[in-house]
């Protein structure tokens, strides 16, 4: 374990904000594929999942891991969800339920990895990974692109019917692709946007341009069970990690709160409930104490008494209310 102070980089409280108050998200440094004949080979059990259940990014891989049968492929670590001046801990350094401790290497916190596999490494010590056992290399810290390479690159492992489940289908990347593209920026990252930002204006651009967005994405919905065609695609997988967590968190802790899901958008609140109740690896990846207790607790320059609310209560409403 290095000794070296990173604490600028991994203590969140510290970052850095923008001359006008903005959010900017630095992009992701590790951007390796998986594919065959590559230097990352499709291979069973080769490959390690390092996430939180707190963070929407990394539940993305979670959740493409579970709906493409890849369980017995590539194994995961949950994080404790109390992100401190260390950044992400595991279990042995702040136990909580369902937190793990490192199997690989007994870290005690997600620096340790990056600064393993790169002691100058000077970007955010963020989840998900996807860890790579035989070199020791981290593959991708990208959710993304993560989530691309679990829908496609095991195919050939994979029995038929998983892997002909596709959520990226030819037919419909290029509308799959748009969408993805506003939903980051307004939606996916817009609450962080709003969350993070330090001045009236940054907070007010921000969340107008979320609620714009929740406003369209309703009207795509009336009449429909998905956001692009007719099937369960990427586009769905990345903005419910997002929308479940609107009501218990955002709304509250990054000042959302134009209105609620759950009172404000009756499509986006059927569409995501039916998923939540149908799919199972939708609800069995949502862990709401370990979503709760994160940004309620790891942001005391937004939440200083650290005090996490009781509501709402439940969760999510159940499919028939
Ligand atoms: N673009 C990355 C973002 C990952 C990310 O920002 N994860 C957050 C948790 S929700 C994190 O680990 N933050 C720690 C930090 O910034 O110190 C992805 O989609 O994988």
């Not at 990173?6 to 900017?24: A, Q, T, Y």
Request: hydrophobic residues 40%; glycine residues 6%.
């Amino acid at each position: 374990m290095s000794t070296k102070d990173v604490s600028h980089l991994s203590d969140i409280g510290k970052m850095p904000s923008s001359s006008d108050g903005s959010f900017n998200r630095k992009p992701s440094t590790f951007r390796n594929f998986i594919e065959k004949g590559g230097k990352f080979e499709p291979e069973k059990g080769r490959y390690h999942l390092y996430v939180s259940y707190a963070c929407p990014w990394a539940t993305r891989a979670l959740i493409m891991r579970k709906l493409k049968d890849l369980e017995d492929f590539i194994d995961v670590s949950v994080v404790s969800p109390r992100m401190g001046s260390d950044g992400w801990p595991f279990a042995t350094a702040d136990a909580f339920p369902d937190a793990d401790a490192d199997p690989l290497f007994g870290a005690q916190h997600i620096k340790d990895l990056y600064l393993r596999v790169n002691p100058e490494y000077d970007g955010r010590f963020t989840v998900p990974i996807l860890w790579d056992k035989h070199t020791g290399a981290i593959v991708n810290n990208e959710s993304s692109e993560i989530i691309r390479m679990f829908n496609s690159a095991f195919n050939d492992l994979l029995p038929g019917d998983a892997a002909a489940r596709d959520f990226y289908p030819g037919p419909l990347r290029a509308q799959i692709d748009e969408v993805n593209g506003w939903v980051y920026d307004t939606v996916n990252n817009g609450v962080y946007r709003s969350g993070f930002a330090t001045s009236q204006a940054a907070y007010e651009t921000a969340v107008r341009a979320l609620f714009d967005s929740l406003d369209r994405l309703e009207g795509m919905l009336k009449g429909k069970e998905y956001i692009v065609g007719d099937q369960l695609t990427e586009a769905d997988i990345r903005l419910f990690v997002t929308i479940i967590r609107f009501d218990p968190v955002y709304v509250g802790h990054f000042k959302c709160n134009i209105r609620t899901i759950r009172d404000g958008y009756p499509e986006l609140h059927r569409w995501v409930r039916k998923l939540y109740w149908t799919v199972p690896a939708f609800k069995d990846t949502c862990n709401f104490a370990h979503i709760k207790m994160h940004y309620y607790w790891s942001h005391p320059m937004i939440n200083p008494h650290r005090i996490v609310p009781v509501g709402p209560i439940p969760d999510i409403l159940p499919l028939d209310q």
